[in-house]
């Protein structure tokens, strides 16, 4: 281990961190990240087989919590009393930083996105989000803690993805608005935003943009099948490019040990790419997204 490897591990160790979505992917190895370097994490799954994966890693400071459906208000209460009695019982009830990272979307244009799939994703990433961000404040608030998010650079439309991007559009206004509510109780509210990143999801663009064909009209598909055949295959291309999750991890692991962590962070790739395109007036975005696609 190197002296920053030391460094970081030590300022990380005690304190508390629930994150949601860590059945796999980027909750998954950051979960699992976090808690090897010394914090205690609450890791919330929906399926009890993700939980007894998660507790047969033997790791100590690894708590998996479940099941946990952020499109359910009940569930989401049962989770947030159960964090607060297992830190009540290992001293004050003192969440450090919760992580919003659960999420999923599917592959498809807005035409034929499936409307209630559609409808679930935005229950949980973001009425679900909210619902336990007002639930963990409390003892966010007690431990002088602070909220991350992992998201998308959203706010650069990006074509067959829309449901994900959607999402993590009104992630990203929540996020800076909370910032500015809570800067009263110097609570920081921080993104993640990652570009492409290695996640089993992530790798499977055909078999989704072909599952979307096949479940739609046949009218539906052949609007679309020339299109998103196109799309996929340049997809591949950037498969082959993607970050791998550790990465984000170690960012998260940053973001949560700076003393005054920045409001936006940016790991994978093209996510720099993203933001240039951010900065730029909508109009012109657009334009350059229109030659592009």
Same mark, same amino acid.
């Given at each position: =281990?190197?002296?920053?490897? &030391? ?27 976090? #808690?090897?370097?010394?914090?205690? %994490? ?37 989770? %947030? ?12 009830? *003192? ?5 919003? &990272? ?8 807005? *035409? ?26 409390? =003892?966010?608030?007690? #431990? ?27 992630? &990203? ?7 500015? !509510? ?6 920081? /509210?921080? =993104? ?7 996640? !089993? ?15 739609? /009209? ?18 591949? #291309? ?7 999750? !550790? ?9 949560? &040990? ?6 936006? +962070?940016?790991?994978? +790739?093209? /996510? ?22």
């Amino acid at each position: =281990m190197t002296i920053a490897e &030391n460094a970081e591990r030590r300022a990380a160790e005690g304190k508390s961190v629930l994150i949601t979505g860590c059945s796999s992917g980027i909750g998954w190895t950051t979960a699992v990240h976090l #808690a090897r370097n010394g914090l205690i %994490v609450f890791a919330t799954v929906r399926k009890e087989a993700d939980a007894a994966r998660l507790q047969r890693l033997g790791e100590p400071n690894l708590v998996p919590v479940c099941p946990v459906d952020l499109t359910l208000p009940e569930q989401i209460a049962g989770a %947030v009393e159960f964090v607060e009695r297992d830190l009540g019982r290992r001293g004050p009830a *003192e969440l450090f930083a919760l992580i919003h &990272n659960a999420g999923g979307g599917q592959v498809a244009p807005v *035409e034929l996105m499936n409307i209630e799939a559609f409808g679930r994703e935005l229950a949980a990433r973001v009425r679900g989000s909210v619902a336990l961000t007002q639930a963990c404040l409390p =003892m966010i608030r007690r #431990a002088a803690g602070r909220i991350l998010w992992i998201t998308t650079p959203a706010a650069v439309p990006t074509p067959y993805v829309a449901s994900i991007h959607a999402c993590d559009f009104a992630v &990203n206004c929540l996020a800076r608005t909370l910032g500015i !509510e809570l800067k009263k109780w110097s609570i920081p /509210s921080v =993104m993640v935003r990652c570009g492409g990143i290695r996640t !089993e999801t992530g790798l499977r663009t055909t078999a989704d943009v072909e599952a979307t064909l096949a479940g739609v /009209s046949p009218d539906g598909a052949a609007l679309y099948r020339e299109v998103m055949s196109v799309w996929a295959k340049s997809m591949a #291309a950037f498969d082959r490019k993607r970050t791998d999750p !550790e990465k984000v991890a170690e960012t998260v692991l940053r973001a949560l &040990n700076a003393r005054r962590p920045k409001p936006r +962070y940016s790991i994978g +790739y093209m /996510s720099r790419a993203a933001a240039f395109l951010e900065a730029l007036p909508p109009g012109l975005a657009d334009w350059i997204l229109k030659k592009r696609f």
